[in-house]
């Protein structure tokens, strides 16, 4: 493999269920992998949600399928297939899927 040139496959272990009911997750890229970033597969259920939290690193996620709804504290906005949303650090947000299922992409880099 070239030096700084990183093919992403799933990497070992599959799918795994998020401390979350309803959430499943892929990683593809870590710094397990070699990486200075993370990028994660996530599938979202129906009536999945992710509580209001902060966010300590940026963050940015990618609609591939379905419905996202994420929870801010200007109130609730909806995005569709195509859509991104990137949160700075510090920002505070949530997310759920009311009408599933929906698979977005995450990309965050590690703490």
Avoid at 39 to 50: K, Q, S, T
Avoid at 69 to 97: I, K, N, W
């Amino acid at each position: 493999m070239n030096e700084g040139i990183h093919v992403l496959r799933p990497m070992d272990g599959g799918w795994r269920d998020s401390r979350r009911p309803g959430i499943r997750q892929q990683p593809m890229l870590s710094p397990e992998s070699g990486a200075a970033q993370n990028l994660v597969l996530v599938e979202y259920e129906e009536g999945a949600a992710v509580e209001m939290h902060e966010t300590h690193v940026p963050e940015t996620i990618f609609v591939i399928s379905g419905q996202l709804v994420l929870d801010l504290p200007g109130g609730p906005v909806g995005l569709g297939p195509q859509e991104a949303v990137y949160f700075e650090p510090g920002t505070s947000h949530g997310m759920h899927v009311e009408a599933g299922p929906c698979r977005c992409l995450l990309v965050f880099s590690p703490h």
